[in-house]
């Protein structure tokens, strides 16, 4: 079915609506971080170069990591959380050893015995062979949260430090 113009919304932008894929640069506009123009720049330039919208938007300083991670969070339909405002369960990071949480750019922060789930923070959460690496390790099935990089060094950093 043909999309219907609106006296409000210009016949163009219907086209264009109706034509692409959301993005992580649309939950971006939506979110006000940037404007529609810079989100069809850097879609333009993506398609140009072949780097991720990601990529584009952090190479033109056009949003903060934590910005980039909580649009990515809503895109992905994952929780986005901030390590150093939460507590820590011991005994979740005690599942993951400090290396491999390094590997994978993960930080275990909880655990549910009776769902038998370990709650991780990682800065990529669609990568599924960490997932499944962690899965097998800890013996729990995993739920990621989005987190910024920064936010997982600083917390496997500190709290790893502590734990030895």
Sequence with gaps: MPATVSPTQ??????????????????????????????????????????????????????????????????????YIKLRDMGVEPEALNKIPENVARRYHLFPYGIDRVANTLRVAMANPLDLSAIEFVERKAGFKVVPAMATQADIVAAINERYAQSL
């Design 10 to 79: 210009p016949a163009a932008s219907v086209a264009v609506a109706s034509n692409h894929q959301r993005t992580v640069a649309d939950v971006l506009v939506e979110k006000g971080v940037i404007t529609r123009e810079q989100r069809e720049a850097v879609v333009m330039q993506s398609l140009n170069t072949g780097e991720p919208v990601e990529g584009v938007i952090e190479a033109q300083h056009l949003a903060t990591e934590e910005q980039l991670a909580e649009a990515k969070a809503v895109f992905y339909n994952v929780p």
